[in-house]
Structures are given as structure tokens and as C-alpha cells.
């Protein structure tokens, strides 16, 4: 398979007066590239880059990023930190709540918090992914590469 689409819903609950921020992502299906149904989501094995942000919180945000690599270490899923983000893998259900843990903590201590997140998603292995993919350019470049 080439790639998937997903077809959802992202939604996002602003509660002003509490200064609560939530949101949901429901996906309703996975498509081909082709356009044909897959299946639904909820097990797919996939890994993730995030990166959480506080927007406003000074220049060194090491202190920030620590709390949210707690929330990520506490998952249980593995991760691997890196200089722009982390990246996490697990099943589809459990990256994303792991999402929404990872923002709602940084919400915590911050007023406004920018969360970036790529996504792939693969149903043709079953190996870890987070450290094949080093692997196969590792195997196609004819040697090992910084890391």
C-alpha cells in the first residue's frame, strides 16, 4: 500500500471563563490513494514526530520540553528525542492520546501552546519502525550515518 488517507473529524473545545482547552480526533475511516476503504482506525501500527510548544515562555524551553518528555516516558511507548521534536511509536489509539496528554500538560503552565505532529502510519510490517527507517537509508546510502 502506498499510502492512506484519513478521513475525520478534529475538534476543538475552548472553555474561556475555566482557561480549559481540549480537543478530539475521530477518525471515521482510512482510505487507499485509490480512494478505497481500508478500514477504520484504532491498532494501526504508526510512528509520530511532535513537537509541543509554549508560545510566550522565554528562549530556553528546556524546562518545558522535559515536562512533556515525562508525560511521554510515562506512556510507556517508545520515543526517541531529537533535536527538533520526538518522535513516538506505538498503535494509532495510543499515539494520539498521547498527542492530546502531551499539549493539555504544556496548557498547563502556558497561556498558548503550538503543537506540530507528522504522522506515518504503515500496515505492511510489523518490525519497529523508529529505528528501520535509519536503518533502510543506513542500507541504501552503503554506510552509517550520523545520528
Given at each position: 500500500m502506498?499510502?492512506?488517507?484519513?478521513?475525520?473529524?478534529?475538534?476543538?473545545?475552548?472553555?474561556?471563563?475555566k482557561?480549559?482547552y481540549?480537543?478530539?480526533?475521530?477518525?471515521?475511516?482510512?482510505?487507499?490513494?485509490?480512494?478505497?476503504?481500508?478500514?477504520?482506525?484504532?491498532?494501526?501500527?504508526?510512528?509520530?514526530?511532535?513537537?509541543?510548544i509554549?508560545?510566550?515562555a522565554?528562549?530556553?524551553?528546556?524546562?518545558?520540553?522535559?515536562k512533556?518528555?515525562?508525560v511521554?516516558?510515562?506512556s510507556g511507548?517508545?520515543?526517541?528525542?531529537?533535536?527538533?521534536?520526538t518522535?513516538v511509536?506505538?498503535?494509532?489509539?495510543?499515539?494520539?492520546?498521547?498527542?492530546?496528554?502531551?499539549?493539555?500538560?504544556?496548557?498547563?503552565?502556558?497561556q498558548?501552546?503550538?503543537?506540530?505532529?507528522?504522522?506515518?502510519?504503515?500496515?505492511?510490517?510489523t518490525?519497529?519502525?523508529?529505528?528501520?527507517?535509519?536503518?533502510?537509508?543506513e542500507?541504501?546510502?552503503?554506510?552509517s550515518?550520523?545520528?
Amino acid at each position: 500500500m502506498k499510502g492512506v488517507v484519513y478521513q475525520g473529524i478534529f475538534n476543538i473545545n475552548t472553555d474561556k471563563v475555566k482557561n480549559q482547552y481540549s480537543y478530539e480526533i475521530s477518525f471515521l475511516s482510512i482510505r487507499t490513494m485509490s480512494n478505497e476503504i481500508v478500514g477504520k482506525t484504532g491498532g494501526e501500527k504508526m510512528i509520530a514526530e511532535i513537537s509541543v510548544i509554549p508560545i510566550g515562555a522565554g528562549i530556553d524551553l528546556a524546562k518545558h520540553v522535559a515536562k512533556v518528555l515525562k508525560v511521554i516516558d510515562e506512556s510507556g511507548l517508545d520515543y526517541k528525542l531529537n533535536a527538533m521534536g520526538t518522535v513516538v511509536e506505538g498503535d494509532s489509539d495510543s499515539v494520539f492520546d498521547l498527542v492530546k496528554k502531551c499539549h493539555n500538560a504544556m496548557l498547563e503552565t502556558s497561556q498558548r501552546v503550538y503543537t506540530t505532529i507528522k504522522i506515518d502510519e504503515r500496515r505492511d510490517t510489523t518490525g519497529k519502525m523508529l529505528d528501520h527507517k535509519v536503518q533502510a537509508v543506513e542500507q541504501a546510502a552503503g554506510r552509517s550515518l550520523k545520528k
